[in-house]
């Protein structure tokens, strides 16, 4: 091989090479935002919850933090389908219109919710892309004598160990402050949930 055919075929090869790695990437994003999150199982059917005979949920309520100054908004439709947001201003107009259809935005969660008893198991669905993946977020409400509710838990499962990250889960004696309802006129479909695109969010998949 002289030079010239080498200068040639190092060329060839950094451009195989390149394109290698850019197809990689794709595979690497579609299989990320196609799979399911790990550990979810509150898997979509569609059916009738019940929930609003059990409390509002035309509208959506606000839950603070127990351990800093951020607050979780959550908005619950009678199909299984949750929107959710954390936000350190839940009074903020933004927020409120994206609750209501008026803007869309990617701080926005979709999830779905069981109902067991007086407790309503939650899950959302985060994905923070091919590098670190999708997760689940598990959130539980407790609805009280008064139909208010009171959220109860917030945490991940370890991958490994499979059990509580260090976020809060306490006992039914040591709630934080219960959640304010915030009545909407009109809420967001739940329709736009870009998870009901996904073959994996529904329950016939579920293994």
Not at 90 to 109: A, R, S
Request: aromatic fraction near 18%; charged fraction near 25%.
């Amino acid at each position: 091989m002289d030079g010239k055919d080498r200068v040639l075929f190092i060329t060839n090869y950094k451009e195989i090479m390149r394109n290698i790695f850019i197809i990689s990437l794709i595979i690497s994003v579609f299989m990320c935002c196609s799979s399911r999150p790990n550990y979810f199982s509150n898997y979509y059917t569609g059916q009738y919850t019940g929930l609003d005979t059990l409390i509002d949920i035309q509208g959506y309520y606000v839950s603070p933090f127990c351990d800093s100054s951020a607050y979780y908004m959550v908005m619950f439709y009678n199909n299984g389908l949750l929107l959710n947001a954390r936000t350190s201003d839940p009074d903020n107009k933004y927020f409120v219109e994206c609750f209501n259809g008026q803007h869309e935005d990617e701080n926005f969660e979709w999830g779905c919710y069981e109902i067991h008893g007086d407790t309503i198991k939650t899950q959302t669905c985060l994905d923070y892309g091919p590098v670190y993946g999708a997760y689940t977020i598990f959130r539980d409400y407790l609805i009280g004598a008064d139909n208010k509710l009171q959220q109860i838990s917030d945490y991940l499962l370890d991958d490994v160990k499979k059990q509580y990250l260090n976020k809060w889960k306490y006992g039914k004696s040591q709630f934080c402050q219960p959640s304010s309802f915030h009545p909407l006129a009109s809420k967001r479909d739940s329709s736009d949930c870009e998870l009901l695109k996904k073959k994996w969010f529904y329950k016939k998949d579920k293994i």
